[in-house]
């Protein structure tokens, strides 16, 4: 079975600050990773996913396969960055279905 | 293109009736996935449509059903509704069936007293 844990529900941070969102993960394969980002009052939308290896929005997430984790991090949060954001999983014959975390609320204060 | 869309936006419903909520893909797509999110908690995929047939399925009940039409547009249905069906209801589309990126509507909140 396929599992993502987010264990914060919660982060605040102040502007300027480094932030880190944690997301560990279960399967037993090779995984797709992705990062998706909710606004408020906007709709779930990608924000990066593991295959491509970019830098979104001076977002950045490394897959490490030995420690079955995906960690978004940003050294200088913004209050921009304020948002919902999931971590999600794909992979095997299970491809094309995300398997959710539970989220974490990223709040930068001013 | 107005990207994903789904109707209704609202709908409050009573236990034991049935519900169907609608999604039109994001143009050029075919493929449409549908996810239940319960608040408080990540969205969790319930099917997948491509080629107008049932590619992939959650940890659903059979009461949760669904159709696709030639257009890609999809439908989600469910029957004999309990007050845990109230959610948040997603349609998300790309194109095939693979790991292309699903685009996500706004949702569909539904409501079952």
């Known amino acids: 079975a396929q599992r993502v844990t987010q264990p914060e529900k919660l982060l605040s941070v102040f502007k300027g600050a480094p932030v880190e969102l944690k997301c560990n993960y279960s399967?037993?394969?090779?995984?797709?990773l992705f990062w998706y980002v909710q606004y408020s009052r906007q709709r779930l939308q990608l924000l990066l996913r593991?295959?491509s290896r970019e830098s979104i929005k001076g977002f950045t997430a490394d897959l490490n396969k030995g420690e079955t984790s995906f960690h978004l991090k940003k050294p200088f949060a913004q209050e921009e960055d304020s948002a919902m954001y999931y971590c999600?999983?794909?992979?095997?014959?299970?491809?094309?279905?995300?398997?959710f975390g539970q989220g974490t609320i990223l709040t930068v204060h001013p | 293109d107005a990207g994903v869309t789904q109707s209704p936006t609202h709908l409050i419903k009573t236990r034991g009736q049935q519900v169907t909520l609608r999604c039109s893909p994001k143009s050029g797509h075919d493929t449409v996935s549908w996810y239940q999110q319960a608040l408080g908690q990540g969205p969790q995929f319930i099917f997948q449509y491509y080629e107008e047939e049932e590619r992939q399925r959650g940890n659903f009940p059979d009461r949760f059903s669904g159709h696709q039409f030639p257009n890609y547009s999809s439908e989600l249905n469910v029957n004999a509704l309990l007050l845990g069906d109230s959610a948040l209801y997603l349609c998300?589309?790309?194109f095939g069936a693979g790991y292309n990126e699903q685009f996500f509507g706004p949702g569909t909140r539904l409501t079952v007293l």
């Open positions: 593991h295959i």
């Open positions: 998300a589309s790309s």
């Open positions: 999600a999983l794909s992979g095997g014959t299970s491809y094309g279905k995300l398997t």
């Open positions: 399967y037993s394969g090779s995984p797709e």
